[in-house]
C-alpha cells in the first residue's frame, strides 16, 4: 500500500519579513521527521500584501531554503510566496523534493475583492505533480471558489489549498474544502495561516486534512498555531473509487 505522510502547518507569519518567518519555520521543520509532504501557508515568506513582490525574498533565496529543508527532511516542502519576475509579479506556490527538483505554480484566480487582479498576474496553466507515486494538484486560496478549474479529471490523487483565508469567511473555507474533496473523489489538503495582519485581517486557520469520503481526518484548533499530521493510504482511494465511481460519469470541461 502506498502511503503518503504529510504535515500542515497552520502558523502565523511575520508581516512583509521574509528572513524572519524563513527563521521561524526553520525552527518548526527541524522537529518534523519522518514525512514525504510538508505544506505551509499562502504567501509564508510575507503575509497576503499586495505590495508583497515589491520587497520580497528573490526566487532563488527561497527555493534554496526549501531545496534544504526537502533534503534534511527527505520530503517534499512547498508553500506559495510573492514573487517580481520579468513579466510581472505573481503568488507561486513552490514545491520542491529532496533531490531539488522545483514544481511551480502560478495562483489563477486572484482575489478582487483584495485588488490582487491589479498586483499580480494570473497563471495560465493547472500543474499536476507526481511524487512517490501521488498525484498532486496544487491550488491557492482563491482558487477554491472555482471548481471547473479543480475538476478531477482522473488525474490527481490529492489536493492541496495553501491560504491567507480570514476568519470571517471561515465557513465558506470549511464547506468548500469538503465539497471539494466530496466532489472530486480526491483527498485533499487546506493549510491556512492565524494570527492577524498588518492590514487588521484576522485568520482563524481552521486547516484541514479531509479524506475522499469527506471525513475529516485532522483539523486545526481555531486560531491557534498547529501543525496537522496524517497517513493518507493510495490503495484506500482506489478502492474507494472504484466502488462507488460516480468519476465515471463527470461531465468533460476544458479551459
Not at 482563491?142 to 471547473?148: A, G, H, K, S
Request: charge should be negative; proline fraction near 4%.
Amino acid at each position: 500500500m502506498s502511503t503518503l505522510k504529510l504535515s500542515v502547518l497552520q502558523q502565523p507569519l511575520v508581516w512583509m519579513d521574509g528572513e524572519a518567518n524563513l527563521r521561524f519555520f526553520d525552527g518548526l521543520l527541524s522537529g518534523l521527521k519522518d514525512r514525504d509532504l510538508i505544506v505551509l501557508p499562502e504567501m509564508f515568506t510575507t503575509g497576503f500584501a499586495m505590495e508583497a513582490a515589491q520587497s520580497s525574498l528573490p526566487e532563488a533565496r527561497v527555493v534554496e531554503w526549501l531545496q534544504e529543508k526537502a533534503s534534511a527532511a527527505n520530503a517534499m516542502v512547498g508553500g506559495s510566496v510573492a514573487i517580481q519576475t520579468l513579466q510581472g509579479a505573481v503568488n507561486r506556490f513552490l514545491l520542491v523534493e529532496p533531490d531539488g527538483t522545483t514544481h511551480r505554480y502560478d495562483k489563477r484566480h486572484l482575489f478582487r475583492m483584495a485588488g490582487e487582479h491589479n498586483h499580480y498576474r494570473a497563471g495560465a496553466s493547472r500543474e499536476i505533480i507526481a511524487f512517490r507515486g501521488w498525484r498532486i494538484l496544487p491550488q491557492i486560496c482563491y482558487d477554491l471558489r472555482f471548481p471547473v478549474f479543480s475538476r478531477n479529471r482522473n488525474d490527481y490523487d490529492l489536493a492541496l489549498y495553501v491560504a491567507n483565508w480570514p476568519a470571517a469567511r471561515s465557513a465558506h473555507w470549511q464547506a468548500l474544502l469538503l465539497a471539494r474533496a466530496i466532489e472530486n473523489q480526491a483527498y485533499v489538503v487546506g493549510c491556512n495561516r492565524v494570527g492577524t495582519d498588518a492590514n487588521g485581517h484576522s485568520y482563524s486557520g481552521d486547516s484541514r486534512i479531509i479524506s475522499p469520503l469527506g471525513d475529516i481526518i485532522a483539523a486545526g484548533e481555531p486560531h491557534q498555531p498547529a501543525v496537522l499530521n496524517a497517513e493518507l493510504a493510495l490503495e484506500t482511494l482506489r478502492e474507494y473509487r472504484e466502488r462507488f465511481p460516480a468519476w465515471r460519469d463527470a461531465d468533460n470541461f476544458s479551459l
